[in-house]
C-alpha cells in the first residue's frame, strides 16, 4: 500500500541550485515521497527532470507526485498529482487520471470536500507560518487534528515544520509531514532528512 510512503514526503525547491543532487540527497536521507513543484519553468524542463526524477524515486522506492500538472505526471508516470483549490477539480481530475490524487484542504470542511470528490490523500496546512509560499493561512495544530478526525484518508500536514515542532504535528495522528525547507533549505540535505524521518518513525 502507498500510504505509509507519505510518512516523509519531501517538496521541491526552485531556490535550489542542483534540484536532481538535491532530490537524490533527500531519498538517500529517507524521505519517502517527493513532490515536483516548479511552478515557474517551462513544462519542457519541468519534464526533464521529472523523468530523472522518477527514475530516482524508484531507485529509492519513493512516492512520485507532481504539484498541479497532470499532463506532466502523466508524461513522467508519476505515481500521483497535487490539487490546490485553484487546479482542476478533482472530480474532472479522476476523470483522466488513474493514479493517486492528493488536495489542499485548511478546513475539515474543505477536507470531507475533497474526500466525498475522490481525493486519496489530503495535504493539511498550513499548520505554521511559512516562507516559501505568499498568501499563507495558519491553520495551527487543533484544526489539524480536526481536519484528522473528520476524514478517512490519510493527512499530510504541511506548512513551517522542521525538527523542533515535528513531534507536536505527528501527535495528531497525521499519516507524514510534508517539508520544503526544512530539508531543500538545510546545509546538509541527506543529514536533514534522516534526522526527521527518524522523528517520523518514532510516532508513526
Do not use: C
Not at 493561512?137 to 476524514?151: D, P, S
Amino acid at each position: 500500500m502507498w500510504h505509509h510512503k507519505l510518512k516523509l514526503y519531501v517538496i521541491t525547491d526552485p531556490r535550489v541550485g542542483d534540484i536532481i543532487n538535491a532530490i537524490k540527497l533527500a531519498l538517500e536521507g529517507g524521505a519517502t515521497a517527493i513532490q515536483l513543484r516548479m511552478k515557474e519553468g517551462p513544462a519542457r524542463e519541468t519534464v526533464e527532470i521529472g523523468k530523472l526524477t522518477r527514475k530516482l524515486t524508484r531507485e529509492y522506492d519513493a512516492l512520485l507526485i507532481v504539484n498541479d500538472r497532470i499532463d506532466i505526471a502523466m508524461a513522467i508516470d508519476a505515481d500521483g498529482v497535487h490539487l490546490g483549490s485553484k487546479d482542476i477539480p478533482i472530480e474532472d481530475a479522476r476523470r483522466i487520471w488513474n493514479g493517486i490524487i492528493g488536495a489542499t484542504a485548511r478546513t475539515p470542511k474543505d477536507a470531507m470536500n475533497a474526500e466525498k470528490n475522490g481525493a486519496d490523500y489530503i495535504g493539511a496546512g498550513s499548520v505554521f507560518p511559512t516562507s516559501t509560499k505568499e498568501d499563507t493561512i495558519v491553520i495551527g495544530v487543533e484544526n489539524l487534528k480536526r481536519i484528522v478526525e473528520n476524514v478517512n484518508i490519510p493527512v499530510v500536514a504541511i506548512g513551517g515544520i522542521n525538527h523542533e515542532n515535528a513531534p507536536s504535528v505527528l501527535r495528531t495522528g497525521v499519516m507524514g509531514i510534508a517539508v520544503v525547507s526544512a530539508v531543500m533549505g538545510a546545509k546538509d540535505i541527506k543529514k536533514a532528512a534522516n534526522e526527521l524521518r527518524k522523528i517520523v518513525d518514532s510516532f508513526i
